[in-house]
């Protein structure tokens, strides 16, 4: 038996899951970690500390995420063994992501940075709307109709 990263670890990683692993069997990829299940001893350590409840037993996946099991053992081989946990910082997807040095990322920090600059600019139109607004009032308290 083997445990299996699935669905919910995508853009997460938090990483609390790889320090308590005792035989260093996750792996890190671009989005997310596998496990190994070569190396799994199923001591169940990594299960509950994960936030995103993205770890399963292969006995219990959830609907849906069956393909996983098969994905951890084919990605484990690629990706990198990962054994500490990473500094997180905000996205605006789900509060928090691990520091990433691909060009997805800056990508993605650059979207971050645009939707945060177009919010802004909405808020300074409607703000500027509103002034508008108290300026035609008060034009016509000061000029009431003859
Ligand atoms: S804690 Fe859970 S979501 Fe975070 S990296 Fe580990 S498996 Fe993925
Ligand atoms: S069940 Fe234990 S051995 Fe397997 S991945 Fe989790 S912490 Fe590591």
Wanted: charged share 30%; proline share 8%; with cysteine.
């Amino acid at each position: 038996m083997t445990f299996v990263v699935t669905e919910n670890c995508i853009k997460c990683k938090y990483t609390d899951c790889v320090e308590v692993c005792p035989v260093d069997c996750f792996h890190e990829g671009p989005n997310m970690l596998v496990i190994d299940p070569d190396e799994c001893i199923d001591c169940t350590l990594c299960e509950p500390e994960c936030p995103a409840e993205a770890i399963f037993s292969e006995e219990e996946l959830p609907d849906g995420q069956q393909a996983f099991k098969a994905l951890n053992a084919e990605l484990a081989k690629q990706w990198p063994v990962i054994t500490e946990k990473k500094d997180t910082r905000p996205t605006p997807r789900n509060g928090t992501a691990a520091p990433e040095s691909s060009s997805s990322s800056s990508a993605e920090a650059n979207r971050f940075v645009r939707a945060r600059r177009g919010a802004r600019s909405a808020s300074r139109r409607r703000g500027l709307l509103r002034f508008l607004d108290g300026l035609d009032e008060l034009v016509g308290v000061m000029n009431p109709p003859m």
